[in-house]
């Protein structure tokens, strides 16, 4: 393998790593934003349950979530130094300020969340909860700005070489970014959803923590019921965006080789690209324009309209788009169970939805990965559309260097997740462990003891 493919591969294994928790956190802060919510409204103890569980859920995972992140910027100087001589100006700005607006906040406020609850007052502590959850959706709004401008770059020129900001408002809001911020907020919402459906189906079959795991699984389908087929929209207006700017990426997800009116829909095929043709292809006649240009015999951009050299790779960027739909689908599908069965009152005794949400529980982080390989690969070969190439970018290194770390990043990674996994599970195994008066429980609290609770045998009690 050159080069250019190796530092590829490692920054798609590195970024494929760090956005699973991104994913989880934005969720969640706002899950827990109306656990305390809820918990201060209607003084039910089930819901303070709920957030001191998720609580260190959210600590472990954003923890997750800084290191593996730390990697990324590293990685623009070691691996890719021409494109941030190129792209600096522009882009170091935009991450400058979600450190500063975003991830100071989400960091200071979490201690208070963690250990301030008899430090200061009731409405501060929910304050900084709510600050927290604001600071994950407000790195989530930089870093998508940042991603965005690569795909449809706008408001700078290149001069001397070098890529110069003109228009800071149109460098931030480009053309993708509202569709592609809603996108992943959503996708946040669906996962987290999943995660707590999951979780709680899973103690509802084991008749255990009934009242506290049923009130989760209600939140939790609410959500999905309103986020999955919002979801469906938000992709189709986005699709269409990408017709717009990208139309090789869109010719790409339908492995579509020829410019085509009344396009078919390929609902499945092995696309060759050596060959330009798809093989074993099954097709739905007319539908890819339909979807694509809402009029059935409207006409879509084929791959056949740029040089081999500039089209996409095909095959991932095919399969991820059919793999991250067809979960859409099975969101939507699982959020109408959901709701059919909470209104007839058959939560804790549908055990075939408990099953399929424990089944589910991943689900939201394989399309989200789907999506961005979709997004990411599908821009290929630019590093900034239409302005950078990807191999232009790369750093003069060899590529054993870059192998040896890719390595390395494998293993770490590997060390670091299953860690991660361990602490997370140690606390599913353990449930909360709550005393009678919920103060008692967090009065006093050192650093660490909020994350992985000893087990108190006097006067602790488990949800009920």
């Known amino acids: 393998m050159d080069v250019v493919l190796l530092s590829r591969i490692q920054f798609g294994f590195t970024v494929g790593f760090h956005i699973l928790f991104p994913t989880l956190t934005i969720g969640l802060a706002w899950f827990l934003v109306f656990f305390e919510a809820r918990w201060r409204c209607t003084q039910r103890q089930a819901y303070l349950d709920l957030y001191r569980f998720w609580v260190k859920i959210f600590a472990l995972t954003f923890g997750m979530g800084v290191v593996s992140g730390l990697v990324?910027?590293?990685?623009?100087?070691?691996?890719?130094?021409?494109?941030?001589?190129?792209?600096?100006?522009?882009?170091?700005?935009?991450?400058?300020?979600?450190?500063?607006?975003?991830?100071?906040?989400?960091?200071?406020?979490?201690?208070?969340?963690?250990?301030?609850?008899?430090?200061?007052?009731?409405?501060?502590?929910f304050l900084a909860t709510l600050l927290v959850a604001i600071g994950t959706t407000n790195s989530a709004f930089w870093i998508l700005s940042a991603n965005s401008f690569m795909h449809t770059p706008q408001g700078a020129a290149v001069v001397d070489g070098v890529l110069v900001p003109q228009d800071w408002w149109a460098i931030v809001f480009n053309p993708s970014f509202p569709y592609r911020l809603a996108h992943m907020l959503l996708a946040s919402a669906i996962t987290t959803a999943l995660v707590i459906a999951g979780g709680s189906a899973w103690c509802l079959a084991r008749g255990l923590y009934r009242e506290a795991s049923r009130a989760a699984l209600r939140s939790a389908i609410a959500v999905l019921a309103v986020a999955a087929p919002a979801q469906i929209v938000v992709g189709d207006l986005h699709g269409l965006n990408v017709r717009a700017h990208q139309p090789m990426k869109v010719a790409a997800m339908e492995a579509l080789w020829e410019t085509t009116r009344g396009a078919p829909l390929v609902a499945f095929a092995w696309p060759d690209q050596d060959a330009q043709t798809n093989r074993y292809a099954i097709e739905i006649p007319k539908l890819a324009s339909l979807i694509l240009t809402h009029d059935a015999d409207g006409e879509v951009r084929g791959l056949n309209e740029v040089p081999r050299a500039d089209q996409p790779p095909v095959l991932p960027v095919f399969f991820g788009f059919r793999l991250m739909v067809g979960l859409g689908v099975v969101f939507v599908v699982l959020a109408l169970w959901g709701v059919w069965s909470a209104w007839r009152g058959r939560l804790d005794a549908d055990t075939r939805l408990q099953r399929a949400f424990m089944a589910a529980t991943p689900l939201g982080f394989v399309a989200t990965v789907a999506g961005w390989i979709v997004a990411e690969t599908g821009r290929q070969p630019w590093l900034i559309h239409g302005m950078i190439r990807t191999a232009d970018g790369i750093s003069p290194i060899p590529a054993t260097n870059v192998a040896f770390s890719l390595t390395l990043f494998v293993l770490v990674y590997g060390f670091l997740f299953a860690v991660y996994l361990y602490f997370v599970l140690a606390l599913v195994r353990k449930g909360p462990v709550l005393p009678q008066t919920h103060l008692e429980a967090i009065r006093g609290a050192r650093p660490g003891e909020l994350l992985i609770d000893a087990s108190d045998a006097q006067g602790a009690r488990r949800w009920t």
């Open 72 to 125: 990324l910027s590293y990685q623009f100087g070691t691996n890719f130094s021409r494109f941030s001589e190129f792209a600096g100006p522009v882009l170091g700005p935009l991450l400058s300020v979600e450190v500063l607006t975003a991830f100071f906040v989400e960091a200071g406020f979490l201690g208070v969340m963690l250990f301030g609850w008899d430090k200061v007052g009731p409405r501060l502590h």
